[in-house]
């Protein structure tokens, strides 16, 4: 098993561009896991961690409502915001500068192949980079993603969740908000749950965060709990 992992960091990246990579790295790690299968051979797949920001942009999941989009085509515009329908599991959310969105190309056939167990270790990742700030944070019964206060009426998301996995090589991942502009959440019902508070590590400590320091944070807690060797 293969647990090199190349660490790549787009920095402000559109979103088209970053899904045309995405899965230009996805096919070509999927078409040599084919020919292993149907060639007999055994060449090693790559493993990538894609760490970037998005100009202002929402986007809607393969079981995700479009009604959940509370904006028309004129209100995108008005918000210098882009709309795309994709192919990862999950409902609406949005990405923008301030949040770091995390994109594993993985073969889990490297770590484990458990995509339940995926989530939970992307999500346990967040979780510890946020107890490095004193933030206390956890998961919420029956949703995905990383909350604060998930076990009362003050349950607020942090991080979404959204992947999409075929042959066990992964795409898409996470959006974590560290300086978000949580007004942009105000125009969706983010992950199709109408009944809670979006939230931010700048608006939880009342002050911006330095995101190279929390990428590189992240990074780490991702790299020891995958047991992954980054380069």
């Known amino acids: 098993m293969n647990k090199v992992v190349k660490f790549i960091d787009w920095g402000l990246t559109d979103y088209q561009d970053a899904w045309d990579r995405q899965e230009e790295i996805f096919n070509q790690t999927v078409a040599l896991k084919t020919k292993n299968r149907t060639e007999n051979t055994q060449l090693e797949t790559p493993n990538f961690l894609i760490f970037n920001e998005h100009q202002h942009v929402y986007t809607l999941g393969k079981s995700g409502k479009p009604e959940n989009l509370l904006l028309d085509k004129q209100g995108l515009v008005e918000k210098q915001a882009t709309y795309y329908k994709i192919n990862r599991g999950g409902d609406i959310t949005y990405h923008g500068p301030g949040q770091i969105v995390g994109y594993p190309i993985l073969d889990l056939d490297n770590f484990f192949t458990d995509i339940h167990l995926y989530l939970r270790t992307l999500e346990e990742a967040v979780i510890l980079t946020l107890g490095d700030y004193g933030i206390e944070a956890g998961r919420y019964s029956g949703f995905t993603g990383v909350w604060l206060d998930a076990d009362n009426e003050?349950?607020?998301?942090?991080?979404?969740?959204?992947?999409?996995?075929?042959?066990?090589?992964?795409?898409?991942?996470?959006?974590?908000?560290?300086?978000?502009?949580?007004?942009?959440?105000?125009?969706?019902?983010?992950?199709?749950?109408?009944?809670?508070?979006?939230?931010?590590?700048?608006?939880?400590?009342?002050?911006?965060?330095?995101?190279?320091?929390?990428?590189?944070?992240?990074?780490?807690?991702?790299?020891?709990?995958?047991?992954?060797?980054?380069?």
């Open 154 to 231: 003050k349950a607020r998301k942090i991080c979404a969740m959204g992947v999409r996995c075929s042959r066990w090589v992964t795409m898409h991942g996470f959006a974590f908000n560290v300086n978000a502009n949580l007004d942009y959440f105000k125009n969706i019902v983010p992950c199709g749950i109408d009944d809670k508070d979006v939230t931010s590590m700048q608006r939880e400590l009342g002050h911006q965060l330095d995101m190279e320091e929390v990428k590189e944070k992240l990074k780490n807690h991702i790299a020891v709990l995958f047991k992954m060797e980054l380069i």
